[in-house]
């Protein structure tokens, strides 16, 4: 079979009706971002990008020199395309609207401009994660206010893998497609098309030095996955934790599995709602997942139908193999209703 090309599928896509030509172009925009991040992240130590920037983020955690580059390279790969309103991101407070000497576009881009920070300086794999909205009509500037739209309305989502080779992976809502950058030619070839997540796992991804301070129904759950063929599951599990959220989510589309980041007493103390971000790692994932066919919510409700209330806002995320989430899903709920 002849290699299809990151370019040439977006213009299958339009001939489907699934994309506009704005979108493709984003689209186009991002992965060449991506290509630029790969090659920074690639570098390493030689082009000097380890380590911290000495700075914080809006959210109060250090920012690594690579957050702070991957976010200027989106942003400014962005800036001029006219496919734009505005872009919001993890390592700023505010949206960036597009500057008044560039044309407007009708989108709203969100990213995560580098995923699972602490695992640059380790050579561990990272990732960028986004999620595009429709820019409400009749908007002069793009605000947060903007910005504030549940999952459900994602016109698309994507994550790139910097790991032993970089990958792509998009949605529009129309099945979920992964691309492999080819070094030599440049560009990201079609690799699997259609994803699909299998609905049975006995694979679990979670970091179980929060145990302790989960809520009840989890410790319930991930206590029947650890019993194994001797507990009311029969059946053994296996553990994987990367730490990087797209390292995991990719396995997940590989070979099944399931993510949890649950609440956790730690968060709740601090007046937290969750570690991960809704809208620029929880909703694009969501939307990914659930077009290849697993599952994601908060524990309690699909993660897609939140309605956020601000940019930076977190969630308990539950994504992968649909068995898996249902069951931990109805614990919690079954634990809600028992109480309430
Ligand atoms: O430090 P922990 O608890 O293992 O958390 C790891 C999680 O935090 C994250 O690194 C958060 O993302 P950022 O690196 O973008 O802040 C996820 O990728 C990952 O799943
Ligand atoms: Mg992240
Ligand atoms: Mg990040």
């Given at each position: 079979?002849?290699?299809?090309?990151?370019?040439?599928?977006?213009?299958?896509?339009?001939?489907?009706?699934?994309?506009?030509?704005?979108?493709?172009?984003?689209?186009?925009?991002?992965?060449?971002?991506c290509?630029?991040i790969a090659?920074?992240v690639?570098?390493g130590?030689?082009?000097?990008v380890l380590?911290?920037?000495?700075?914080?983020?809006?959210?109060?955690e250090a920012q690594k020199k690579l957050d702070?580059?991957s976010n200027?390279?989106?942003?400014?790969?962005?800036?001029?395309?006219?496919?734009?309103?505005?872009?919001?991101?993890e390592e700023?407070?505010?949206?960036?609207?597009?500057?008044?000497?560039?044309?407007?576009?009708?989108?709203?881009?969100?990213f995560d401009p580098l995923d699972g920070s602490s695992n640059i300086d380790v050579n561990v794999s990272v990732g960028t994660i986004?999620?595009?909205?429709?820019?409400?009509?009749?908007?002069?500037?793009?605000?947060?206010?903007?910005?504030?739209?549940?999952?459900?309305?994602?016109?698309?989502?994507?994550y790139v893998v910097y790991g032993p080779?970089t990958v792509?992976?998009?949605?529009?809502?129309?099945?979920?497609?992964?691309?492999?950058?080819?070094?030599?030619?440049?560009?990201?070839?079609?690799?699997?098309?259609?994803?699909?997540?299998?609905?049975?796992?006995?694979?679990?991804a979670?970091n179980?030095?929060?145990?302790?301070?989960?809520?009840?129904?989890?410790?319930?759950?991930?206590?029947?996955?650890?019993?194994?063929?001797?507990?009311?599951?029969?059946?053994?599990?296996?553990?994987r934790w990367v730490a990087s959220m797209v390292a995991d989510v990719h396995r997940?589309?590989?070979?099944?599995?399931?993510f949890?980041y649950?609440?956790?007493?730690?968060?709740?103390?601090?007046?937290?709602?969750?570690k991960l971000r809704?809208?620029y790692e929880?909703?694009p994932m969501?939307?990914?997942?659930?077009?290849?066919?697993?599952?994601?919510?908060?524990?309690?409700?699909?993660?897609?139908?939140?309605?956020?209330?601000?940019?930076?806002?977190?969630?308990?995320v539950?994504?992968?193999?649909?068995?898996?989430?249902?069951?931990?899903?109805?614990?919690?709920?079954?634990?809600?209703?028992?109480?309430?």
């Amino acid at each position: 079979m002849k290699p299809v090309s990151l370019i040439q599928f977006l213009i299958e896509e339009r001939r489907a009706g699934h994309i506009n030509a704005e979108l493709s172009l984003l689209i186009e925009v991002v992965a060449r971002a991506c290509k630029r991040i790969a090659v920074a992240v690639n570098k390493g130590a030689l082009g000097g990008v380890l380590g911290n920037a000495g700075t914080d983020n809006v959210q109060g955690e250090a920012q690594k020199k690579l957050d702070v580059i991957s976010n200027e390279i989106l942003l400014e790969a962005n800036a001029w395309g006219g496919h734009l309103a505005a872009c919001a991101s993890e390592e700023m407070e505010d949206p960036q609207p597009i500057p008044d000497m560039y044309p407007k576009g009708q989108h709203l881009l969100l990213f995560d401009p580098l995923d699972g920070s602490s695992n640059i300086d380790v050579n561990v794999s990272v990732g960028t994660i986004f999620s595009v909205l429709r820019c409400p009509d009749d908007v002069a500037e793009a605000k947060a206010e903007h910005f504030l739209q549940p999952g459900i309305t994602q016109l698309a989502a994507g994550y790139v893998v910097y790991g032993p080779s970089t990958v792509l992976v998009l949605t529009f809502g129309h099945g979920t497609h992964e691309f492999t950058l080819d070094r030599e030619v440049g560009s990201f070839v079609l690799s699997r098309r259609d994803i699909r997540i299998p609905e049975a796992t006995a694979e679990f991804a979670i970091n179980m030095s929060n145990q302790r301070h989960w809520e009840a129904p989890m410790q319930r759950y991930i206590g029947e996955l650890l019993a194994g063929k001797d507990g009311p599951r029969g059946k053994d599990f296996n553990m994987r934790w990367v730490a990087s959220m797209v390292a995991d989510v990719h396995r997940i589309l590989t070979r099944g599995g399931v993510f949890y980041y649950p609440l956790d007493a730690k968060i709740t103390a601090k007046g937290g709602t969750g570690k991960l971000r809704l809208m620029y790692e929880a909703n694009p994932m969501a939307f990914i997942v659930e077009q290849a066919g697993g599952a994601a919510t908060t524990g309690r409700e699909p993660i897609m139908g939140v309605q956020p209330t601000s940019l930076h806002q977190r969630v308990p995320v539950f994504l992968g193999s649909k068995q898996e989430i249902e069951q931990a899903t109805h614990y919690h709920l079954q634990a809600d209703g028992a109480q309430g």
